[in-house]
């Protein structure tokens, strides 16, 4: 990641069902469209968010409190396009 | 390494590869691929992931057709993400550690659902995930052992069965000169897979929780059925520690089986003694022969009634009889009638009962159920004319049920003869001793009942009022108590002064400990696990009936039953210090 930045942010989890597949889905898919590697951390727990199982094994249900990690080109705007996507409880409510 | 406890059921030591059979039954091939086969695994797997694939996309094509309902669209649209997810990694695994596609799927999915109850959830949300990771599991296994028909690799290997639970059903459905060991997360010493195990001389441990999960096909694991031990992928001080006391082991039971197998059933003095053996399936009497039973002492009927809302006919209950009779070549068999309820009811559809073991079961359930018995006294008949047969009834406690059980066999006599179909007309016809009442009163049981047979396993249970699955008063179950000793005596002689012969077919029977206590007490018929048969012979051919009478005197003596295993196992050391 040459010339890239480092963009943290924390997000809670607002959707009634958690991080569940559906939703997991869509981060993925979203942090996959950007140059920037995305992390999450949870409890110590690091994970890619572009992988929908690695995002899963956080169980990450109601309230729960993510802290996303862009490094890259384009970090600032994949942590906000999440952050988005988080607080919108992902369309789904 | 990881060593877990469980509950031993079954003696001896095996080493070997793990085999996991879940819910679906799917086997788990070993997992080492040969260097040249890697690439040919890759795309055999890759073939499974664009299949599941297509198959997720027309489930879920089929469903915004036919049931518009977006969430259960979207489940199969989140299975679809995480095997797209997944099939990467599985590529990865079978090149990088030669497993196989089935292995490392198998693999991949137990460590995530092993980190995701890993926590604790009160909301029931890492439940769904987990049911969503083995669904995409399933579908991609089955999908993989499509492609290889039914023969999976491992199929050819001799493995040790991992299983939550074994069903009847499933459990005769297995290879069993393929099974080198069993271990459950659920049973106990009487559970199916613990007699089926200890009758094939198998090790076996049970009880395990979540071992299944833990654990993946293809592990090497050690399965220390003494001392209830499964230790998963052991290191190589552990490993080369059991590789000897394996070998030791097997030694020491072939050779015994070897060199007991030809020799006469006898004690040093020369007196007869019946050593039989107790069969939980027809098939099992090949095994029987081999351990050199001279007969079948305790044929359980039950797998008959394997599905409880589907039981067997007339013909099933005849086939199964017949095949033993032919493999028996002209021994004696004698065949327990259905004994269900209480454990032994594999249905849960049967009647919740408050306390199932002093509840209705053996002779009092097939009083009750005249379309169960009725079918299998005429098959039993039927079969008797083609063989020495004997037929036993289990949970008798009074002398009426004996007399409305032989009113019933006159019934089905008399209907046989208008059919004019043969039968022995001199069928022996006895009853099991398990309950206090029958054993009490065996004198006057003898009227109506041509044989006894102690069923010890039950009847120490009933003595000393101790459910021997209960851990906190297990050590309560005391075949050696010295109030069970004083009612063997007591059955003993009250079918010697009747001339009824007595047999016992209970564990008792097959520990090596007591067989010359109950020589001494005047058994002459021992009916146990076929692989206890050798052990069992030695000890009766190195002692003499008078030895054995001075034997049983002394034990009787103890007032505890603590001194009386110390007597015994020092008497028994003298004789097979293998053993101990």
């Known amino acids: 990641m040459s010339g890239g930045t480092v963009v943290e942010k924390t997000v809670t989890i607002q959707n009634r069902h958690g991080l569940h597949v559906r939703p997991a889905t869509q981060l993925a898919d979203l942090a996959g469209k950007f140059k920037s590697a995305v992390t999450i951390l949870k409890d110590g727990q690091e994970v890619s968010a572009r992988s929908i199982i690695e995002l899963l094994t956080l169980a990450a249900s109601h309230g729960t409190v993510l802290h996303l990690r862009a490094e890259g080109p384009d970090a600032a705007e994949a942590v906000d396009a999440i952050e988005r996507l988080v607080n919108s409880k992902f369309g789904l409510e | 390494m990881q060593i877990l406890k469980g509950t031993p059921v079954s003696p001896g030591i095996v080493i070997g590869e793990a085999f996991v059979l879940d819910i679906e039954e799917y086997r788990m091939p070993r997992r080492a691929v040969p260097p040249e086969q890697i690439e040919e695994e890759v795309s055999r797997f890759e073939a499974a992931a664009a299949k599941v694939g297509s198959d997720l996309q027309a489930d879920i094509a089929h469903i915004q ?28 695994s079978v090149r990088e550690y030669r497993f196989t596609p089935e292995h490392a799927v198998s693999k991949k999915v137990r460590m995530i659902v092993k980190q995701l109850t890993s926590r604790e959830d009160p909301t029931g949300f890492t439940t769904r995930l987990v049911a969503d990771f083995t669904d995409v599991e399933k579908r991609l296994l089955r999908t993989l052992f499509g492609q290889r028909g039914a023969a999976p690799s491992g199929a050819n290997l001799k493995s040790v069965i991992f ?41 076996a441990v049970v009880g395990i929780a979540n071992v299944t999960r833990d654990l993946s096909g293809g592990d090497t694991v050690i399965v220390d059925g003494s001392k209830g031990l499964v230790i998963v992928e052991p290191d190589e001080e552990t490993l080369k520690k059991y590789r000897a006391i394996e070998r030791n082991f097997i030694s020491f039971e072939k050779r015994t089986a070897d060199e007991m197998r030809s020799q006469p059933s006898e004690t040093r003095d020369g007196i007869a003694v019946a050593l039989l053996a107790n069969i939980e399936m027809p098939e099992e009497a090949a095994h029987a022969r081999e351990y050199g039973a001279g007969g079948i002492g305790l044929f359980r009927t039950e797998f008959l009634m394997f599905d409880p809302r589907n039981p067997a006919g007339e013909k099933e209950h005849f086939d199964a009889y017949r095949k033993v009779i032919t493999a028996m070549e002209g021994r004696p068999i004698t065949l327990r009638a259905l004994d269900i309820g209480a454990d032994k009811m594999v249905d849960d559809s049967a009647q919740q009962e408050k306390n199932p073991f002093l509840g209705c079961r053996g002779i009092r359930y097939l009083l009750e159920r005249m379309d169960l018995f009725r079918t299998q006294l005429r098959a039993v008949l039927r079969a008797s004319a083609f063989g020495k047969l004997r037929l036993m009834f289990p949970m008798v406690s009074t002398l009426d049920e004996i007399k409305q059980a032989r009113a019933i066999i006159q019934d089905v006599r008399d209907e046989l003869d208008r059919e004019g179909s043969a039968y022995d007309a001199e069928l022996p016809v006895g009853i099991m ?74 564990e008792m029977s097959g520990d090596p400990l007591f067989t010359a206590l109950l020589l001494g007490l005047g058994l002459r018929s021992f009916s146990t696990v076929p692989s206890a048969i050798p052990e069992v012979k030695k000890v009766l051919r190195s002692v003499t009936i008078s030895e054995a009478r001075q034997m049983a005197q002394e034990a009787l003596a103890f007032p505890d039953a603590h001194q009386v295993v110390e007597y015994l196992t020092e008497r028994t050391k003298r004789i097979i210090p293998e053993l101990f």
């Open chain 2, 433 to 506: 001793i398990e309950v206090p009442s029958a054993a009490i009163a065996a004198d006057l049981l003898c009227a109506e009942a041509d044989f006894l047979s102690i069923g010890t396993n039950d009847l120490v249970q009933y003595v000393m009022a101790v459910d021997r699955m209960n851990e906190k008063i297990s050590a309560l179950y005391q075949p050696a108590n010295p109030a069970v000793l004083r009612l063997l005596r007591q059955v003993l002689e009250a079918g010697q002064r009747a001339e009824r012969p007595v047999s016992m077919c209970g």
């Open chain 2, 65 to 92: 057709a036919f049931l518009p309902d977006e969430n259960l669209a979207d489940i199969f649209a989140g299975h679809l993400s995480i095997m797209k997810d997944l099939a990467p990694q599985i590529v990865h």
């Open chain 2, 163 to 203: 299983a939550r639970d074994l069903t009847p059903s499933q459990t005769i459905r297995l290879d069993r000169s393929k099974v080198l060991g069993f271990v459950t997360e659920l049973g106990g010493r009487t559970s199916h897979t613990a007699i089926l195990a200890r009758a094939q001389g198998i090790p």
